[in-house]
C-alpha cells in the first residue's frame, strides 16, 4: 500500500454487496420517530435527526409540494421516516446497495427506493434534487470512489440546491494496516461495519468544497466513536466509557445519562458555531485564532469528535 487510493474492499477481502446485504437492515417494521418518548429525542444519537431536519427547514420552499430528497445510502430508512413526519410534503427518494434495505425504506414512507451501486453513478438526470443528503455513508466509501461520489450529488442536484452530510470522521491510519492479519487493530475496525475510508473533518471540507460551496463544517463530539481500539471492544461509546457506566445497568437510568450527555453535546456546539463560525475545520481555526493556549483549547473541543457535518449549497 502507498497511498489511500490503494485502501480497498478487495484489499481487505471484503464482498461489499454480500457485506452490505444485511447489515444496516432493522428487519422490518416501521420506525416511528414522532412515537418516541420526549426524553429519547433528547439523546445524543437523535441529534443526527435534528441537525439534519433543521437544514431542510432553512430551505424556504421546504414545505411546498414537490420539494425533491435523495437520500444517499438509505439503509432501512430511518432518517426518512424522521424527515417524512416533520415534511410530509416532499417526495422523498432514497438509494442503498442492499434490496432488504430499500424494501424497509419504502415502509417508512419513503416514496421510491431504488436498490443500486450508487457509487458508480446515480441513476438519476441532472437537476434531479432539491435537497440530497447522507448519513454514515462516506465513511464507508473506498477513498477512490470518494471524489466522483461528491461530482454525481452535485449533478443531480438542482443549481440552487442544497445538501448536508453526516460523515464518519477521524484520523485511521489505514497505510500502517495489514489487511491480512486478522489480529490487526484496523483491519479488525474495518470488518466491524466497513468503514474503509474515515477521514478527518478538514479532509472531508476539502473534498466537499471542490465541487460545492460548503456552508458549514463542524464535528458532532462523540469521539469515543472513532477511537479504533475503543470501537473495537464496543459498539457505541468505547470500553472505558461504557465501564464508568456500567453501575447503571437499568434502561431509564442509561437513557438519562444519554439525554444529558446529549445535551450536553449540543450546547458545546451551539456555542462553538456562534463564537467561531459556521466553519470549524482546523485549518479556519488556525486562521482567525491566534497561536497559543485559546487556540488549543478551543482546538481541543472542535477536534473532539467523530462524526462530521457538512452542509452544502451548489
Known sequence: MKTLIDITYDLFEIDPVSFYSTRFSSGGGKFEPMALRPICRRAIGFQKFEFLAEEIAGVLHSQAPGFSVLDIGCGSGRFGAYIKSVFPNCRLTGVDMS????????????????????????????????????????????????????????RVTISGGSGFHGIECGDINYLNCNPKDEKDPIRRYVY??????????????????????????????????????????????????????????????????????????????????????????????????????????????????GFAMISTHS
Request: glycine share 8%.
Open 192 to 305: 466491524i461495519d466497513g468503514h474503509i475510508g474515515v477521514e478527518n473533518l478538514d479532509q472531508i471540507y476539502d473534498r466537499f468544497s471542490k465541487e460545492m460551496t460548503v456552508t458549514k463544517a463542524f464535528n458532532w463530539q462523540v469521539r469515543p466513536l472513532l477511537e479504533v481500539e475503543n470501537a473495537l471492544t464496543h459498539s457505541q461509546w468505547g470500553e472505558k466509557f461504557s465501564e464508568d457506566l456500567s453501575q447503571f445497568q437499568t434502561p431509564e437510568a442509561m437513557l438519562l445519562a444519554d439525554a444529558v450527555i446529549g445535551h450536553i453535546n449540543r450546547t458545546n456546539i451551539d456555542m462553538l458555531l456562534s463564537g467561531f463560525g459556521p466553519i470549524l475545520t482546523q485549518k479556519r481555526l488556525d486562521e482567525i485564532v491566534p497561536a497559543g493556549p485559546v487556540r488549543n483549547y478551543v482546538s481541543s473541543l472542535v477536534n473532539w469528535g
Open 99 to 154: 434490496k432488504a434495505c430499500t424494501e424497509e425504506s419504502l415502509e417508512n414512507g419513503y416514496d421510491m427506493a431504488i436498490q443500486c451501486d450508487f457509487i458508480q453513478g446515480l441513476p438519476f438526470p441532472d437537476d434531479s434534487f432539491d435537497f440530497v443528503f447522507s448519513m454514515d455513508t462516506f465513511g464507508h466509501v473506498e477513498f477512490r470512489n470518494k471524489d466522483g461520489l461528491i461530482s454525481e450529488i452535485n
